[in-house]
């Protein structure tokens, strides 16, 4: 098999739009994705046999469009292959989940589309069983059709606990309640700002004529202090704008504070020539705009890789429906922004988990930061063990340093990065799967 000239990493809309705009422009193309089905977290795809759950029309159109145009360029597709970044030599290495092999891959640019995570801060008892993110419930609910069950809380800021809620009334059990941090009936010119971007509003609109209709509680300006363990169940207790609080069983929690793009460990972006590939991002892991900017920053990234593999060096044009979504998604950052203006982490008790896989918490990072000679972010790690759990601080190190900044305002602050290096593999592998890597190019040199 003769090795493509760009390999795509990443099956959501970013992803799609690129390779069929690489694939226009006669170069080959393939594109490589970790699930069995392509659509990304926004087009999530249910599994063999499952019905897909309600959309709206405007996602359900995009999708469509995306699906066809992706279908008729024929881009061959790496399912269950997982990117693990690139070596010394250059080489794109992909995780087989199939084979249990590494495949080596040469090809002359990398398109890395692999989009957003969900920002979680954390709480007293975030890290119990029966607490997961909002966004992983509703990547739950597009796979298997079925709304989670139980009594379930949505807590945290921002537009997606509302999509959430909205589908699980749906699906017949809505939730309990919403607790937003922010009040977005409060925000005068954020609200009116938000009449410019009328797809998104519509898409709102339908969503919250569903929590009206199940008359689900929407406890604006609303923060969860404490999740604790209650027989099998949880006990929360959340803070209401008057200081006054209110305690609220139930068996699940989906938390939720925003978006971040998905950058853990990325090769940093390059276009000039170099001993390995030209290395771009699109989407969502380049800036977390949403599912329209993806599109557009799809398209852009795959003319730019086009235009330099044809020895053109101007970038492709920015496109303005990036622009917009840049506004759109300040504009909602507005309006969901918390009431309460303190740092979301300076106020957590010491004994507040910070690092769930190596069980630091946030007295363990105060004691850190308080000694006299002041550490970086890879001191704090090799000295009290933040990000060096099984995640390599996938989870926590963007916490961890932002609380870091918080307690010592007058030092430069750390980055994420400061904490979890920048290297390969991006992902956890088995030594032997490691070993056992072999080439995919068979072209005759």
Known sequence: MIEPDVIIIGGGPAGLVAATEVARSGHTVELVEQRESLGGAIHRQPIEDV??????????????TLAQAFSAARIPVRHASVFLGV??????????????????????????????????????????????????LQVMMKETGLAPQGRVLLAGSGPLLIAVAAQMARLGNPPVAIVEAGDPMRQVGPGFAMLGHAALLREAAAYLADINLRRIPWMRGTQLMTIERDGAGLQTIVRRRDGSERRIAVDRIGLHDGIRPNDFGLPN?????????????????REALGAFAAEADGRRAGRAVVDILSGKRDRAEFDRTIGR??????????????????????????????????????????????????????????????AMGACQGRFCAANTAALMAELKPDVTAPAPEDLTG????????????????????????
Request: with cysteine.
């Open 87 to 136: 070596d010394g030599d250059g080489r794109v290495l992909i995780e087989n989940r199939r084979t249990g092999r590494v495949e080596q891959l040469a090809p002359k640019a990398v398109i890395l589309a692999i989009g957003a995570v969900e920002k979680v801060y954390p709480r007293p008892g975030w890290q119990m069983a029966g607490v997961s993110t909002a966004g992983g």
């Open 325 to 386: 979504a840049r506004m759109a998604q300040a504009t909602l950052a507005a309006l969901f922004a918390p009431l309460d203006p303190r740092p979301p982490l300076v106020s957590l008790p010491d004994d507040t988990v910070l690092c769930r896989c190596e069980g630091k918490t946030v007295g363990d990072l105060r004691r850190l930061c308080d000694r006299e000679d002041r550490l970086t972010g890879r001191e704090v790690k090799h000295n009290g063990r933040f």
């Open 422 to 445: 920048r290297r390969w593999p991006v992902r956890p592998i088995s030594i032997a799967a490691l070993t056992g890597a072999t080439s995919q190019n068979t072209e005759n040199e």
């Open 51 to 64: 019905q897909p759950i309600h959309q709206a029309a405007g996602p359900k159109a995009r999708w469509q």
């Open 269 to 285: 972006e390059g276009t000039e020539p170099t001993s390995g590939p030209l290395i771009l991002r699109a989407g969502d892991c």
